[in-house]
Antibody, heavy 121, light 109 residues
Framework: QVQLVESGGGVVQPGRSLRLSCAAS????????MHWVRQAPGKGLEWVAVISYDGSNKFYADSVKGRFTISRDNSKNTLDLQMNSLRPEDTAVYYC??????????????WGQGTTVTVSS | EIVMTQSPATLSVSPGERATLSCRASQSVSSNLAWYQQKPGQAPRLLIY???TRATDIPARFSGSGSGTEFTLTISGLQSEDFAVYYC???????????FGQGTRLEIK
């Protein structure tokens, strides 16, 4: 079945780095844009970044621009999020999500279970 | 940034009744509007895209309407599993900058 599984979350000190991964299965990964969306404790959903089906286009929320990098490996069906210079306000559950129709301007029809990132000293 | 505003923040409805949730965009998003359902400890689930098209396996009691800046999610004949938080999301802007509403909590009356 269609599935996304995130990994890589944990507790990290402010200013440090963390790399999240998302393993995709059950669909043609290389045909769809992929997103990262986060949710701070007790808060709503915040879009973080999107990457096009072939990795050629990447877009970021202003809150993470210059600090986070989204990437993908279509040969391994994996999506990554490199997070540098982490701040306490980056503390959240991070979800990877599949774009529904293939573009980057899209709804998200498959979500992973999320991985928790806590930034604290 | 396109700001999405949902109302009410909390809606109390009895099982079997109808719930109407609203979402307003700060500027036109055409029909590029999605609705999601999220239950505690779970990931969001896509309910509606294109403002009115049900996603795969979504029951017919969920319906969406609207275009431009005003949107509605209607849930008819509420069932126990429908009590959750609902988010709207616009995906109209280019370059992509999807934004979500703050959510409406649908609770049992």
């Amino acid at each position: 079945q269609v599935q996304l599984v995130e990994s890589g979350g944990g507790v990290v000190q402010p200013g440090r780095s963390l790399r999240l991964s998302c393993a995709a299965s059950g669909f043609t990964f290389s045909s769809y844009g992929m997103h990262w969306v986060r949710q701070a404790p007790g808060k709503g959903l915040e879009w973080v970044a999107v990457i096009s089906y072939d990795g050629s286009n990447k877009f970021y929320a202003d809150s993470v621009k210059g600090r986070f990098t989204i990437s993908r490996d279509n040969s391994k069906n994996t999506l990554d999020l490199q997070m540098n210079s982490l701040r306490p306000e980056d503390t959240a559950v991070y979800y990877c999500a599949k774009g529904r129709s293939g573009g980057q301007r899209d709804s998200m029809d498959v979500w992973g279970q999320g991985t928790t990132v806590t930034v604290s000293s | 940034e396109i700001v999405m505003t949902q109302s009410p923040a909390t809606l109390s409805v009895s099982p079997g009744e109808r719930a109407t949730l609203s979402c307003r965009a700060s500027q036109s998003v055409s029909s590029n509007l999605a609705w999601y359902q999220q239950k505690p400890g779970q990931a969001p689930r896509l309910l509606i895209y294109g403002a009115s098209t049900r996603a795969t396996d979504i029951p017919a009691r969920f319906s969406g309407s609207g275009s431009g800046t005003e949107f509605t999610l209607t849930i008819s004949g509420l069932q126990s599993e429908d009590f959750a938080v609902y988010y709207c999301q616009q995906y109209n802007k280019w370059p992509p900058e999807p934004t979500f509403g703050q959510g409406t909590r649908l609770e049992i009356k």
